[in-house]
């Protein structure tokens, strides 16, 4: 009797010391799953390729310094074992605890890169901005930029989506593909132009589209859009050529031959978006314009004038004019203007000279 319940009182001592041991782990494990962890200096970037299982994940979290120990994330997903984990890239830039990194992976947070595409900004300036990501190429945008089939059904002469890539801030990943962006870009552009379209009505963006990314090109004054708009609506009732420089750049930019100004030979060039030599719009739009300037084109100001050229006082602001002797007039004091400054400029002292730009 005395060595059963000797017995008895030993498995009874070792059932508890067992229970003390899990308890005590327990907590350990909890403490650790719930203890800030920081193993690396700078902030890091894991990427989760698709497929990725948990422990590539946690041994890929523990080599980065991100957790302290991949065991604390096989036993998060073990205590959440229909959590869905998400591919991707994440960045991570601070301390953190071991179960909020793995909620971050069920949410989804992944690092996102920053796309700014300016108003009047063309596919080409978007092409340029995309190649300093390094794992997206402009020439795969540019070869998806020009098929317009995302647009067919608003605009179904558009030679490319140029003008419907819409003016905004993108986010994007790695995985993002031109395809994706370009989609994203003008379903935006869709949203804006139904907002814009009058009550009841469905206007055809062919032309309308075209026509405000001159206007875009032209002024970066808001109150002048309407204005420009005018003018080139009034020149092309009259069967006048619109003379438009910036459509003179940009067919240079499509024959790959801009050299930063504009040439003579630029002007004599027979590329179907030079307006100094073909009448009419060009086939279309020239650069991507933000609201401004397509509520400029859907509405252009009521006027008679037929000409603008830069004001000679650095503000960016435009004469208007209606005849060709006042135009010519407003030329010259451009051109008095613009050499009045270089004399200024030429005869301030060399360090506290400034450069002046002018919209061309």
């Given at each position: 009797?005395?060595?059963r319940?000797?017995?008895?009182?030993?498995?009874?001592?070792?059932l508890?010391?067992?229970?003390?041991?899990?308890?005590?782990?327990?907590?350990?494990?909890?403490?650790?799953?719930?203890?800030?962890?920081?193993?690396?200096?700078?902030?890091?970037?894991?990427?989760?390729?698709?497929?990725?299982?948990?422990?590539?994940?946690?041994e890929?979290?523990?080599?980065?310094?991100?957790?302290?120990?991949?065991?604390?994330?096989?036993?998060?997903?073990?205590?959440h074992?229909?959590?869905?984990?998400?591919?991707?890239?994440?960045?991570?830039?601070?301390?953190?605890?071991?179960?909020?990194?793995?909620?971050?992976?069920?949410?989804?947070?992944?690092?996102?890169?920053?796309?700014?595409?300016p108003?009047?900004?063309?596919?080409?300036?978007?092409?340029?901005?995309?190649?300093?990501?390094?794992?997206?190429?402009?020439?795969?945008?540019?070869?998806?930029?020009?098929?317009?089939?995302?647009?067919?059904?608003?605009?179904?002469?558009?030679?490319t989506?140029?003008?419907?890539?819409?003016?905004?801030?993108?986010?994007?990943?790695?995985?993002?593909?031109?395809?994706?962006?370009?989609?994203?870009?003008?379903d935006?552009?869709?949203?804006?132009?139904?907002?814009?379209?009058?009550?009841?009505?469905?206007?055809?963006?062919?032309?309308?589209?075209?026509?405000?990314?001159?206007?875009?090109?032209?002024?970066?004054?808001?109150?002048?859009?309407?204005?420009v708009?005018?003018?080139?609506?009034?020149?092309?009732?009259?069967?006048?050529?619109?003379?438009?420089?910036?459509?003179?750049?940009?067919?240079?930019?499509?024959?790959?031959?801009?050299r930063?100004?504009?040439?003579r030979?630029?002007?004599?060039?027979?590329?179907?978006?030079?307006t100094?030599?073909?009448?009419?719009?060009?086939?279309?739009?020239?650069?991507?314009?933000?609201?401004?300037?397509?509520?400029?084109?859907?509405?252009?100001?009521?006027?008679?004038?037929?000409?603008?050229?830069?004001?000679?006082?650095?503000?960016?602001?435009h004469?208007?004019?209606?005849?060709?002797?006042?135009?010519n007039?407003?030329?010259?004091?451009?051109?008095?203007?613009?050499?009045?400054?270089?004399?200024?400029?030429?005869?301030?002292?060399?360090?506290?000279?400034?450069?002046?730009?002018?919209?061309?």
């Open positions: 009797m005395r060595s319940s000797a017995a008895r009182r030993i498995r009874f001592r070792l508890v010391a067992l229970v003390l041991l899990v308890a005590m782990g327990a907590g350990v494990a909890y403490l650790s799953l719930n203890s800030s962890y920081q193993g690396f200096s700078e902030a890091v970037i894991v990427d989760f390729p698709k497929g990725t299982n948990t422990r590539a994940m946690a890929d979290l523990e080599r980065s310094g991100v957790i302290r120990y991949a065991w604390q994330f096989l036993l998060v997903r073990a205590l074992p229909g959590s869905r984990l998400q591919a991707g890239e994440y960045q991570f830039a601070r301390a953190d605890t071991a179960r909020n990194v793995f909620d971050r992976i069920v949410r989804g947070d992944v690092f996102f890169y920053e796309l700014t595409v108003e009047g900004s063309n596919i080409f300036d978007i092409a340029a901005n995309i190649d300093q990501f390094g794992f997206m190429k402009g020439s795969d945008f540019l070869r998806a930029a020009r098929d317009p089939s995302l647009i067919r059904d608003l605009a179904p002469k558009a030679p989506l140029e003008g419907y890539l819409f003016p905004s801030t993108y986010r994007v990943t790695r995985s993002t593909t031109v395809e994706q962006l370009c989609r994203m870009m003008t935006l552009f869709r949203k804006h132009w139904r907002e814009l379209q009058p009550a009841g009505h469905t206007v055809a963006a062919n032309d309308l589209v075209t026509l405000a990314s001159l206007v875009e090109k032209e002024t970066a004054i808001p109150q002048e859009r309407p204005l708009a005018s003018v080139y609506e009034n020149r092309l009732r009259g069967g006048m050529a619109l003379d438009c420089d910036p459509t003179t750049i940009y067919a240079s930019l499509l024959d790959q031959r801009y930063g100004t504009i040439y030979s630029d002007l004599n060039s027979a590329n179907s978006y030079n100094y030599q073909h009448a009419g719009l060009p086939p279309g739009p020239i650069a991507n314009p933000g609201v401004a300037s397509l509520k400029a084109a859907l509405a252009p100001a009521d006027t008679d004038f037929l000409y603008f050229v830069a004001k000679p006082d650095g503000s960016g602001s004469q208007f004019s209606r005849t060709i002797t006042e135009h007039r407003a030329v010259l004091r451009y051109r008095k203007g613009i050499k009045q400054q270089a004399k200024a400029e030429t005869a301030r002292p060399a360090h506290t000279a400034g450069r002046h730009h002018r919209k061309t």
